[in-house]
């Protein structure tokens, strides 16, 4: 069973860039048949979707924060990572990777998750 | 974007119970819908999706229904280990989540 893991700083200060990354053990990343999400967590809050990232590197962001973000993968490292920049307070949350897949009839959902990462924005 | 939203905000109910989740999409989301179970301190565990199938391993207690903007999670008969934070997700256009119910002992 594929299994996820982020790493990172825990603690980003104020207008400085969060950065994340999500190793993928058991299973390859370079597999078309998965997208790569980051997914957040304000602390007591609901879930908020960040972006995703294929295997080509292709990616597709949140509006809301499409401006600050930017995602990679390194497929020789079985990795995809996260940036985002000119971070305040309210980007402090537990920050998830996820893979989602899809059915032949093209049903998306997230069917792993890392156990999530928690990142404070203090000074 | 599209806005879910999710009611109630908490449900509490006691074990053995019937649990009636709802999820209204702003506009239509076909049946690009999924229900995912979150527990304290762990990720959300996939539960249904194209609204009404089980995933793998998910107890035949929890069925999912609805389609367009209308959607329902039940759980038929509440077990201790479904107290929990439900939340549904959308990914007909863009990807966005409800706020979550929490379903709690009474």
């Known amino acids: 069973q594929v299994h996820l893991q982020e790493s990172g700083p825990g603690l980003v200060k104020p207008s400085e860039t969060l950065s994340l990354t999500c190793t993928v053990s058991?299973?390859?990343?370079?597999?078309?048949?998965?997208?790569w999400s980051w997914i957040r967590q304000h602390p007591g809050k609901g879930l908020e979707w960040i972006g995703y990232?294929?295997?080509?590197?292709?990616?597709f962001h949140n509006p809301s924060l499409r401006s600050r973000v930017s995602m990679s993968v390194d497929r020789s490292r079985n990795q995809f990572s996260l940036t985002l920049n000119s971070v305040t307070a309210a980007d402090t949350a537990v920050y998830y990777c996820?893979?989602?897949?899809?059915?032949?009839?093209?049903?998306?959902?997230?069917?792993?998750w890392g156990q999530g990462t928690l990142v404070t924005v203090s000074s | 974007e599209i806005v879910l939203t999710q009611s109630p905000a908490t449900l509490s109910l006691s074990p053995g119970e019937r649990a009636t989740l709802s999820c209204r999409a702003s506009?239509?989301?076909?049946?690009?819908l999924a229900w995912y179970q979150q527990k304290p301190g762990q990720p959300p565990r996939i539960l249904i999706y194209?609204?009404?199938k089980r995933a793998t391993a998910i107890p035949a207690r929890f069925s999912g229904s609805g389609s367009g903007t209308d959607f329902t999670l039940t759980i038929s008969s509440l077990e201790p280990e479904d107290f929990a934070v439900y939340y549904c997700?959308?990914?007909?256009?863009?990807?966005?989540f409800g706020g979550g119910t929490k379903v709690e002992i009474k």
């Open positions: 996820a893979r989602e897949t899809y059915t032949s009839t093209w049903q998306y959902y997230f069917d792993s």
């Open positions: 058991r299973g390859s990343i370079s597999s078309g048949d998965y997208y």
């Open positions: 990232i294929s295997y080509s590197g292709s990616t």
């Open positions: 506009q239509s989301v076909d049946t690009y």
């Open positions: 194209d609204a009404s």
């Open positions: 997700q959308q990914r007909n256009i863009g990807l966005t």
